[in-house]
């Protein structure tokens, strides 16, 4: 394994819901970030933070929250989502000033 | 921004046979270019990379190739085999405030038939 893990693997919401997404390094990386990957399209950054400092935020709607307690851990928090917000959600890390990026395994989101 | 396109979208070759899958990038400050591997249901991997003071790369039956000047680069696996299906994602990147943001091509999917 790569030493990236997210939680849950799997998540089932309504529209109306409140849940988070997270993710956790054990890398010892500094960098660490959110994607979208959705069928038939390339994976979308959305996401970036650097030494728990939000870098980049790639005009993601605000019913993406994203949280970034310490270089460890990374929240998406979601709500009041849309079907179209379906999607599998990577999260990934790298050490700067190396580029090389490591993936979690991904959370499968359905939005009912 | 950066934008990378990516062909074909789906490859189906012959067990053994050679597969040939090609990007190219817009942003001339992108320095380096990574492939990533997707098997069904897994999450990406990096196989190989590439970055822009070197042309060419090989590492046993992949070997990726960067041409700076037309901005393009391609992937390359020579005798393939079964558990090389997969989808193949293409990347850029140029670097950032301490982190890279990768811009992905579209994929590839690749079918090696036995």
């Known amino acids: 394994e790569t030493g990236v893990t997210q939680t849950p693997r799997h998540l089932v919401m309504g529209m109306t819901n409140k849940k988070s997404l997270k993710c956790e390094q054990h890398?010892?990386?500094?960098?660490m970030y959110w994607y979208k990957q959705s069928a038939k399209k390339p994976l979308e950054l959305m996401f970036v933070?650097?030494?728990?400092?939000?870098?980049e935020n790639n005009s993601v709607p605000s019913r993406f929250s994203p949280e970034c307690p310490n270089s460890s851990h990374l929240f998406l928090h979601l709500h009041t989502l849309q079907p179209e917000d379906s999607a599998l959600y990577l999260c990934?890390?790298?050490?700067?000033?190396?580029?090389?990026?490591?993936f979690g395994a991904g959370t499968r989101l359905s939005v009912l | 921004g950066e934008n990378v396109e990516q062909h074909p979208s789906t490859l189906s070759v012959q067990e053994g046979d050679s597969a040939v899958i090609k990007c190219t990038y817009s942003?001339?400050?992108?320095?380096?270019f990574p492939w990533y591997k997707q098997e069904l249901g897994k999450r990406p991997q990096l196989i190989i990379d590439?970055?822009?003071?070197?042309g060419e790369k090989k590492d046993q039956r992949i070997a990726v190739t960067l041409n700076k000047t037309a901005k393009h680069f391609s992937l390359h696996i020579t005798e393939t085999q079964p558990e090389d299906s997969a989808v193949y994602f293409c990347?850029?990147?140029?670097?950032?405030?301490?982190?890279?943001?990768?811009?992905f091509g579209k994929g590839t999917k690749l079918s090696v038939i036995p």
């Open positions: 990934a890390s790298s050490q700067a000033p190396r580029d090389i990026q490591y």
């Open positions: 933070y650097n030494f728990k400092e939000q870098t």
């Open positions: 942003d001339s400050a992108s320095n380096y």
């Open positions: 590439i970055r822009s003071n070197v």
């Open positions: 990347a850029a990147s140029k670097p950032g405030a301490g982190s890279y943001q990768l811009t």
């Open positions: 890398l010892g990386h500094n960098a």
